[in-house]
């Protein structure tokens, strides 16, 4: 197991945030609850406590110590579990002395405080942990926006896909259809023949020398105005040049919505 310093203090963060959540509303997490096994690595980075509460269902509660000092020995157990994790990533055993040959006397000093928590000379209570770690918190918090970030931009282009994935799907759904309700000249007339001279002007342009356009800027920006409905105009050409119209990509979303809902209305029901 390999684990950074900077790792182990996002991971004190994360713990001292589940037992201020926990603390604050007057409860106990039970030291077992925090050891290496019952904590669980979920994604990257990510601390969950698991099997909270399993052992009160299954067994039922016990009379226990107050509850000042069992949240005291939650601490003591964050302690020993950082403790464990430190050691472990140097494979040194889980003692003080090993922490401060390796790590910074800062982590050093919070391990301390949270194992010796129940002896009355270490933190009592989250609070103090909390302003303990000090700057660590808004590293942590930091790292958080930075993910929240990158989660809302991989969002917003898997929206952008599907947008793009739906208007394709929709101009595919009518252009060449063979036969629609007995006419078999449906998609080459009316609107449906506009859609299809356009779906020649994105995906079949060519050069002064006959050659294929290969450019997906082209492809995207035509997609999207046509899906935006913006009144630029553009000339449409039939493949055999006998056929030339002058129109807007706001015509050709209102022939592609009106054709499409035509095959909406008359399709078989799905199963």
């Known amino acids: 197991m390999r684990l950074s310093e900077e790792e182990l203090w996002s991971y004190l963060v994360q713990m001292t945030a589940a037992l201020r959540a926990i603390h604050s509303a007057g ?27 399993v052992g009160e269902i299954l067994h039922g509660t016990t009379p ?9 020995l939650d601490l003591e157990a964050l302690g020993h579990l950082i403790l464990t994790l430190a050691s472990a990533a140097k494979n040194v055993g889980p003692t003080l002395d090993n922490l401060i040959l390796h790590y910074s006397r800062e982590l050093c000093h919070i391990v301390a405080g949270l194992i010796a928590a129940p002896k009355g000379n270490g ?7 909390a302003v303990a770690l000090g700057d660590r918190v808004f590293d942590e918090l930091s790292t958080s926006f930075e993910n929240v970030d990158a989660l809302s931009m991989g969002m917003l282009k898997e929206c952008e896909n599907g947008r793009i994935a739906r208007f394709l799907i929709k101009l595919n759904a009518i252009v060449d259809r063979a036969e629609f309700l007995g006419d078999t000249r449906w998609a080459e007339t009316g609107d449906r023949y506009l859609l299809k001279l356009f779906r020649d002007f994105i995906f079949h342009q060519v050069d002064d020398q006959g050659l294929p356009i290969n450019d997906w800027g082209i492809i995207i920006d035509s997609i999207n105005k046509a899906d935006s409905g913006i009144d630029e105009k553009i000339m ?16 050709i979303k209102r022939c592609l919505v009106s054709a499409y809902e035509e095959i909406k209305r008359n399709s078989a029901p799905v199963k």
């Open 27 to 53: 409860l106990d997490l039970g030291p077992s609850r925090l050891a290496p096994s019952k904590v669980l690595l979920c994604s990257p980075g990510r601390l969950r406590i698991g099997s909270v509460g």
């Open 64 to 72: 226990a110590m107050d509850m000042m000092s069992s949240q005291l």
């Open 123 to 129: 933190f009592q209570n989250w609070k103090s942990l």
């Open 236 to 251: 449409l050409l039939s493949r055999d040049e006998a056929s030339m119209l002058v129109v807007s990509y706001a015509d």
